[in-house]
């Protein structure tokens, strides 16, 4: 059964190989995926789609886990999510420009699986870097 620690790299791990299947069994099947950052509370299936729309955005994207806190079923990650804008995003053509965007996941583990993910995404400055944030933010 795996800890929540395993399961914060798991997620940020097949995200980066887009194992799509894999991700989905990291999942309770009635988890909670909230990104924090656009506003939208997930299923696990609509979660593995939007993961999908943000690697056809930025195809060569890769997370990195640069601390981690762990508590018992609970595990917070500080992630860097690294890549280039080469797709379409929520609607924007791409920019052809790289972004570094900051990123706090935090899991709650339930019987070895994800029960709820919080993941607190920078968007804000994910459009100020690329050149698409409204005049006056970022």
Known sequence: MATARELLDQIVGTFNEAQWAAAEALWAPDAVWEEIGTGRTL???EGIAAAKDWRTAFADVRGTIENRLVDGHQAA???????TH???????????????VRAVAVITEADGRVARMRHYLDIAGMTAQLGTAPPGAG
Do not use: F
């Not at 990650?77 to 890549?83: C, S, T």
């Not at 797709?87 to 972004?99: C, D, E, H, V, W």
């Open 43 to 45: 299923t696990v299936p």
């Open 77 to 83: 990650g500080e992630i860097v999510w690294r890549g």
């Open 86 to 100: 080469t797709g379409p995003l929520m609607g924007a053509p791409p920019t052809g420009k790289p972004i570094a």
